[in-house]
């Protein structure tokens, strides 16, 4: 059980929006820690996608686009790509833990 | 160019210890705060340690009192000793830098627990 919850699983056609949702608590999204997105290809090492819960890093499309609200952050992809079929993570900090936090992951399908 | 290559995963029986590790390139070790991160077969990610640039160390509860991150400086190296090793540790173990997100990832290196 991890500590963010995500769907397991979207899908969409390509040209599409999808949103991957992001749902903590008072511990960490509620208490004001940044919440960060990753993209793992199959077979790769997770990539930095967003941090800062709305940033791109030099070289991510602005395709890709987050938000954070409450307890909650949400990843939007629009104009999906076959290259951009995989697993998505949400992280963040939780301050009861004292430690750095996932969610379980998303698998992306692109139809 | 920043670069971090893990290694020293293998196969171990249950019980036994093995120690990880992550050298870089293209930035410093001790400078960063330097995390391990795994990643069981089919699972999602789990930060398992910690090492901060002032040299204290923080591991999730899961691995504490067995898992040990440490790093030599002069190698510009990170190291993860892991001993009583259970099945559950079972995972692709990466190396990863960070302030408050994980922006540099290793390949990762496998390490299995099974007899």
């Known amino acids: 059980q991890s500590v963010l919850t995500q769907p397991p699983s979207v899908s969409g056609a390509p040209g599409q929006r999808v949103t991957i949702s992001c749902t903590g608590s008072?511990?960490?999204?509620?208490?004001?820690?940044?919440v960060h997105w990753y993209q793992q290809l199959r077979g790769t090492a997770p990539k930095l996608l967003i941090y800062?819960?709305?940033n791109r890093p030099s070289g991510v499309p602005d395709r890709f686009s987050g938000s954070k609200s409450g307890t909650s952050a949400s990843l939007a992809i629009t104009g999906l790509q076959a290259e951009d079929d995989g697993d998505y993570y949400c992280?963040?900090?939780?301050?009861?833990?004292?430690?750095?936090?996932f969610g379980g992951g998303t698998k992306l399908t692109v139809l | 160019e920043v670069q971090l290559v893990e290694s020293g995963g293998g196969l171990v029986q249950p019980g036994g210890s093995l120690r990880l590790s992550c050298a870089a390139s293209?930035?410093?070790?001790?400078?960063?705060?330097m995390s391990w991160v795994r990643q069981a077969p089919g699972k999602g990610l789990e930060w398992v340690s910690v090492?901060?640039?002032?040299?204290?160390?923080y591991s999730a509860d899961s691995v504490k009192g067995r898992f040990t991150i440490s790093r030599d400086n002069s190698k510009n190296t990170l190291y993860l000793q892991m001993n009583s090793l259970r099945a559950e540790d079972t995972a692709v173990y990466y190396c990863?830098?960070?302030?408050?997100?994980?922006?540099?990832w290793g390949q990762g290196t496998l390490v299995t627990v099974s007899s």
């Open positions: 990863a830098s960070h302030p408050d997100y994980f922006d540099y």
């Open positions: 293209g930035f410093t070790v001790s400078s960063n705060y």
């Open positions: 090492i901060y640039s002032d040299g204290s160390t």
């Open positions: 008072s511990s960490n999204i509620g208490a004001g820690y940044d």
């Open positions: 800062g819960n709305s």
């Open positions: 992280q963040s900090y939780d301050n009861s833990l004292s430690g750095w936090v």
